[in-house]
């Protein structure tokens, strides 16, 4: 008869040989019998690792192109170690394929983590519930809806350029523009989906803003092993923790008041249809959401749940865009003086009519008007998506097509038209940046900062050859794409239609920046990586400036 210390350890042994038969499965068994050992790829040791390669900006700019050359458009590399066979495609037609297919999901370790700081909203969900929220929130990024909120994006920028006026007193000064700017997104984005101002622009205090910006923050800083096991979070709460759920609770309480006093305003629209409704996104979203069945309706945790998700993906990632659109301009004074040339012209929208940007209720048809500045925005958003990159995992075995051939590592052709095999569990990595990057696609100067490009794009550049979102991978593509691309792009126009005509911007003496690679890609001063994300440029009034 077994005692109850046998039993103990008959339970451990069990749970040591499980454990054990897994740990062999994984690194040598599995590996064995993975389809993706047979495509080509760089080689290493046992725990070697390419993933530098791949999310490193020092290197990841160039390293693409380099496998590219040595193995054609699809290949793998390693991920964990030699034993973590990864896919890693080029080619546009299995691009397509596993951003559309509902088999390739975004890792549930990438969902969970994410979810811990902005809820299950649309960047955290997959299949028919990202289809059915994606279905909800789709008339709040309308283009009708966009040209409403162009007034908005102007209205802030002309804060910052006011605040920036004030705070130069001899008229120039060296200032974080990241940082500035980031305050600036916030504030629009407050306006723009809750008509809640955050005045972080004139100081950050406000509680509210306080809490988004605390969470987003350590988004970048948690370690590993919580990212892996975010359980621990839960029953072993560290500082960090502890910080997102204490800043989750403000959004949260202060959410579910600004949800109560819009239904009120909703119910006072329909009880008098003559009173003029409002127009930002949670609005939007709310009357999207009543007009569904009432059983598939979205919780009011929910609609917090996509606004936290809007402010997490839209605002930080429109802030870094903007500020490297104006370190390539600060970098490339020529093409600087042009775009503020063509902002400062008077714009004819018609043959019947002449007018600025300052007209609200043209604002957004007067942007569009500036084609250099689509172009700056466009050759920006190119050059450093906010998200370098995205991952998938197959959910189930598949067959993956293929344009452009394979060569497997026995000499078997793969060729265009036919199918490479991909095994449910491994994961794929789509390379928004290699792709904005790629030669082949934009001609022999893909690094260079160009925005004529975009004057005469070539055909691999455009639909139908190029499945982009706005001619570039950085919204995306398919049922994951990203719905606020319009927001994004109108708002750094409108941000760069103020500030350009009223300010120069130069790189300081001696300082260059880099990219640090995290959840977004953030401006960094290289040699200075310890003083953490900034991107300071020399701001001088315009009125005062001589040539920079």
Known sequence: M?????????????????????????????????PLRKLPGPKG???????????????????????????????????SGKFDYRLMTFDLRAVSHILVSPIYEKPRITRTFLSTMIGTGIFTTEGTEHAFQKKIIGPAFTLQSIKA????????????????????????????VYHWISRATFDAFGLACLTYNFRAIHGETEELYLAFRR????????????????VLDKFWPDEIARSVLASRQVIFDTGRRLISDKKELLRAEKESPSTSGEKDLLTLLMK?????????????????DQISSFFFAGSDSTALALSWSLCFLALHPDIQTRLRTELTHPITLDSSSTTSFHFEDRAYDVLESFTLLDAVVRETLRLVPPVHGTLRVATQNDLI?????????????????????????????????????????????????????WRSLPSSAQPPNFPGLANVMTFSFGPSSCPGYRFTITEMKAFLSILLPHFAFAIP????????????????????????????????????????
């Not at 007034?151 to 974080?176: C, H, I, Y």
């Not at 999207?288 to 919780?299: Q, T």
């Open 2 to 34: 077994f005692t109850a210390p046998t039993f103990l350890l008959l339970a451990v042994a069990l749970i040591l040989g499980r454990g054990l038969v897994w740990i062999v499965n994984l690194l040598v068994i599995a590996p064995l019998f993975d």
């Open 45 to 79: 040791r046992f725990f070697s690792s390419h993933i530098k390669y791949v999310i490193d900006p020092d290197f990841s700019a160039t390293q693409h192109e380099v496998w590219k050359g040595k193995y054609g458009k699809t290949f793998r590399y390693h991920g």
């Open 149 to 176: 909120l162009a007034p908005v994006f102007l209205r802030v920028a002309e804060e910052l350029r006011d605040k920036w006026d004030e705070s130069m007193p001899n008229g120039q000064d060296t200032l974080d």
């Open 215 to 230: 969470m987003f923050d350590l988004a970048d800083k948690k370690g590993i092993l919580r990212i892996l096991l975010p």
């Open 288 to 304: 999207s959401n009543l007009g569904n069945d009432s059983a598939k309706r979205l919780s009011d945790s929910d609609l917090l």
């Open 401 to 453: 097509p293929v344009s452009e051939p394979v060569v497997l590592s026995d000499g078997t052709v793969v060729s265009p038209g036919e199918h490479i095999q991909i095994r449910k569990g491994s994961i794929i990595h789509i390379p928004f940046e290699g792709l904005n990057f790629a030669k082949d696609i934009w001609s022999e100067d893909p690094l260079e900062f160009r925005p004529d490009r």
């Open 509 to 548: 003496e001696g300082q260059t920046i880099g990219k640090r690679n995290g959840l977004f890609t953030r401006p960094i001063v290289k040699g200075k990586s310890s003083m953490g994300v900034q991107l300071p440029l020399i701001v001088k009034r315009l009125d005062e400036c001589d040539p920079l």
